[in-house]
């Protein structure tokens, strides 16, 4: 949420099944990220409605309850039936709850938190008469969608991004039936490139090729924006460390809020740290810098809230910006929950991982946190520093996603190496 937060219940919308940054098409990837819907439960307050895709285990909502300060029973999770790869507005509708979440927020003066700000969540909040938070009118919300689409392209933000003076691959916007010839131009000047379907997150539908890699072979491309769909080649830049700064919007400027480091494999996103290490902390000026400029920007187009600006740094320590993810990103939900649990410690600007571990056998959601306790990492209020479970039992027992908070970077490290052996994992995380 942003800075000032609102008085009225919040309808927090966990809508990651939405066409913001993919096409629905790819319902795989969106089902994927659907069920992260849980962490949204460090948002709630007394009053606020969750409404998910995906269900909350009740040992899950205990445990949000007793750290956040506020009941299960003081909130109200709304599960949404599985209905294909929809828009989270649709299946509310297919499922004949719209009513229902009638009920809860009428005449409250309730506003919409959605995950994405895409055309369904607008239209589901006309038909409910909420609000869109943090926009002052559904009106002012609507006006800054043509934006938030644009933004949330490949090609979209290379423009705002030339515009704004940020440095940047050497690269090409094209059509799909030229990818292959722009590919084959660039690595005449490259060694390698990225070849990037405009509408994509999380490293979903990227090529990286090589010279040689089409030495006498078509280059086949994922089915990722249909024939005429719009790519982006990139040089590939030797990556040291991917990095992003995340940016707050309001009605009067754009302030950094706060930047870190990516964890990736094969480029896609698996974890993340703040504040930046050492490695790659001399390029944090001007992320911030370009993501107050891209802020600007937004903010003349009538945009508010959050965006996450990413950037890679290369082998020779230069940044070079590479997306924008103008909605609530992966570490948006994580970061207001870090902020949350400190508030009342001596922690004022806490160092902090999320991350995924795969255990070597199942848990249940009650035996991993006994784990955490008996290994005395379970989060201290009082403190300000342990680990916290954000996003309830994996389905599978064994793939768990976990924040560690602590007063330093030596702090994060060291109780995570711990939280390895606690909960058996496989592998460093």
Same mark, same amino acid.
């Given at each position: ?83 294909? $790869?929809?828009?989270? +507005?649709?299946?509310?509708?297919? %499922? &004949?709850? !719209?009513? #229902?979440?009638? /009920?809860?927020? =009428? ?52 423009? $705002?991004?030339?515009? +704004?003076?940020?440095?940047?691959? %050497? &690269?090409? !916007?094209? #059509?799909?039936? /030229?990818?292959? =010839? ?70 009067? /400027? ?176």
């Amino acid at each position: 949420m942003s800075a000032a937060a609102p008085v009225a219940p919040l309808v927090v919308f966990a809508n990651f099944l939405s066409d913001l940054a993919v096409d629905l098409d790819e319902g795989e990837v969106l089902a994927q990220w659907a069920r992260q819907a849980p962490r949204k439960a460090w948002l709630l307050r007394p009053g606020d409605v969750l409404v998910t895709p995906v269900p909350l285990s009740a040992e899950f909502r205990r445990y949000v309850g007793a750290l956040t300060g506020v009941a299960a029973d003081r909130t109200t999770v709304l599960e949404v039936p599985p209905a294909g $790869a929809v828009p989270l +507005a649709r299946a509310v509708r297919e %499922a &004949g709850l !719209v009513e #229902r979440v009638r /009920e809860l927020v =009428g005449g409250t003066g309730a506003a919409l938190l959605p995950t994405a700000l895409d055309g369904s969540a607008l239209a589901f909040a006309r038909e409910l008469g909420l609000t869109v938070y943090p926009y002052p009118t559904i009106d002012a919300a609507a006006a800054a969608l043509r934006t938030t689409m644009l933004l949330n392209t490949k090609a979209g933000f290379r423009a $705002a991004a030339e515009r +704004a003076g940020m440095r940047l691959p %050497a &690269g090409r !916007v094209c #059509r799909r039936a /030229e990818v292959e =010839g722009v590919v084959r131009e660039l690595l005449e000047h490259h060694e390698r490139v990225v070849v990037k379907p405009d509408r994509s997150a999380g490293g979903h539908g990227l090529r990286f090729l090589a010279r040689g890699d089409l030495a006498g072979a078509e280059l086949v491309l994922d089915s990722v924006g249909g024939p005429e769909g719009t790519w982006v080649v990139e040089e590939c830049v030797d990556v040291a460390a991917s990095v992003s700064v995340q940016v707050e919007v309001d009605a009067t /400027e754009a302030r950094a809020v706060f930047s870190g480091a990516m964890r990736t494999a094969h480029g896609s996103f698996t974890g993340y740290v703040s504040p930046l290490p050492p490695s790659c902390a001399h390029v944090g000026e001007e992320l911030e810098e370009w993501g107050t400029r891209l802020g600007d920007h937004l903010a003349g187009e009538g945009y508010l809230g959050p965006f996450g600006l990413d950037a890679l740094v290369g082998a020779d320590g230069v940044a070079y910006a590479s997306e924008s993810n103008v909605r609530r990103t992966a570490t948006t939900t994580p970061h207001a929950m870090v902020t949350r649990l400190t508030a009342a410690s001596a922690v004022t600007r806490p160092a902090w991982a999320v991350a995924k571990g795969r255990s070597g056998r199942p848990f249940g959601f009650e035996e991993a946190v006994h784990r955490l306790r008996e290994h005395r990492l379970d989060f201290d209020p009082a403190l300000g520093e342990g680990v916290v479970l954000y996003s309830d039992a994996p389905p599978d027992g064994t793939s768990w996603r976990y924040a560690v908070i602590a007063a330093h970077a030596e702090g994060v490290r060291e109780r995570e190496e711990r939280l390895a052996a606690a909960l058996e994992f496989e592998r460093p995380a």
